[in-house]
């Protein structure tokens, strides 16, 4: 999940940039930073919605 997130991340940064270095592509680097944006923030949502439903707690340590 984790790669996947990565990779799209990147890949919209590359389409934002390439919007903004063609004049005529304003609209694609828009585009760009809002899917990066949003890729972003769904990443993070599930991850913290999934560590919630594990209920990542430390574990205790054991007696010597």
């Known amino acids: 999940m984790l790669i996947l997130?990565?990779?799209l991340v990147v890949l919209w940064v590359?389409?934002?940039i390439v919007g903004f270095a063609i004049k005529g592509l304003l609209w694609l680097?828009?585009?760009g930073i809002?899917?990066?944006l949003g890729t972003l923030v769904?990443?993070?949502v599930?991850?913290?919605a999934l560590s919630k439903?594990?209920?990542a707690k430390p574990s205790p340590r054991p007696k010597p």
Do not use: E, K, M, N
């Open 29 to 31: 680097g828009i585009i």
């Open 14 to 16: 590359i389409l934002a």
């Open 34 to 36: 809002v899917l990066v």
């Open 42 to 44: 769904i990443a993070f």
């Open 53 to 55: 439903r594990t209920g």
């Open 5 to 7: 997130v990565i990779v």
């Open 46 to 48: 599930r991850r913290s």
